[in-house]
DNA sequence: ATAAACCTTAGAGTATGGTTTAAGGTCAAG
DNA sequence: CTTGACCTTAAACCATACTCTAAGGTTTAT
């Protein structure tokens, strides 16, 4: 399978794919005598393993961990791959109260503001962030 | 006011301010003879009203645009605001419902490892990122 | 007087995850 | 045999929001 067949067949970008082997995650099985990249049906498999872990939000590192124990199952334990997994889990939860915090305070600004075409000498928006805690 | 002086009233480093400055948030209201910075304390304001409106998620871009009512209140209507607000809030919201998503497949990948210190040959974490859907 | 603390600038570096460009080599169809 | 599709590389560029560095000038306290 060359580049382009599987761009086609994971859906990442050959630019992408070209991105991920010179940072480690996904090296092309061969390379034909016109240095073309070859890739291998197991090639593709971790192409989608790449997918679908940048899918449940692990980064190219975490991604690049979580591939070395994919690779090399027996040298690796449970407990490895369930740590990586609790990190992240910890890091969207936390970022998820972030935004829920944001949310809130837009939404408060949101609704006490009459967004009409008056002008804005007295916008509720604006006094807030003027004059908030 | 000098620089440090408003690093400390703000909360904004030195460092940050002259970047605020140089990308049009802050202009110090003077310069003195030795070309130091000298803030007002409408400066000081103006700074915490960044500082407020970055806390509410708004990037430096929008926290521009809502300044430029802020300082010309009378030339601009609430709709503007509102329609600022009403976007990030938006935004927001939709990155919460992506990080629910992925929350949830992570809570289960979690939830389905022992995370014990056995090979990783059949862990569900590794195995759900191989053969997902 | 001299040292510490503070100020100035332009420009480079950091982090992430790519995208694009330039300049060119290879392959398959008509 | 040429045209277009596909492949190669290194390196620059994008966006965001800083953060740091180098090299130097100023102020203040002792
Ligand atoms: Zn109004
Ligand atoms: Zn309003
Ligand atoms: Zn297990
Ligand atoms: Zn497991």
Same mark, same amino acid.
């Given at each position: 399978?060359?580049?382009?067949?599987?761009?086609?067949?994971?859906?990442? *970008?050959?630019?992408?794919? @070209?991105?991920?082997?010179?940072?480690?995650?996904?090296?092309?099985?061969?390379?034909?005598?016109? /240095?073309?990249?070859?890739? *291998? /049906?197991?090639?593709?498999?971790?192409?989608?393993?790449?997918? @679908?872990?940048?899918?449940?939000?692990? *980064?190219?590192? +975490?991604?690049?961990?979580?591939?070395?124990?994919?690779?090399?199952? *027996?040298?690796?334990?449970?407990?490895?791959?369930?740590?990586?997994?609790? /990190?992240?889990?910890? +890091?969207? $939860? $936390?970022?998820?109260? @972030?935004? $829920?915090?944001?949310?809130?305070?837009?939404?408060?600004?949101?609704?006490?503001?009459?967004?009409?075409?008056?002008?804005?000498?007295?916008?509720?928006?604006?006094?807030?962030?003027? $004059?908030?805690?």
């Amino acid at each position: 399978m060359k580049i382009g067949d599987l761009e086609k067949q994971s859906g990442i *970008s050959a630019h992408t794919l @070209r991105y991920y082997e010179k940072s480690g995650l996904l090296k092309p099985s061969k390379r034909g005598d016109n /240095n073309y990249r070859h890739y *291998s /049906n197991e090639d593709l498999i971790t192409a989608k393993f790449i997918k @679908r872990s940048k899918a449940c939000g692990f *980064s190219l590192a +975490e991604t690049s961990s979580l591939l070395a124990i994919k690779t090399d199952k *027996s040298q690796h334990v449970c407990a490895e791959a369930k740590a990586i997994t609790h /990190n992240k889990l910890q +890091e969207i $939860e $936390e970022q998820i109260q @972030r935004l $829920e915090q944001m949310k809130e305070t837009l939404s408060k600004l949101h609704h006490y503001c009459c967004g009409g075409q008056e002008s804005a000498e007295f916008c509720s928006i604006i006094s807030a962030l003027e $004059e908030g805690e």
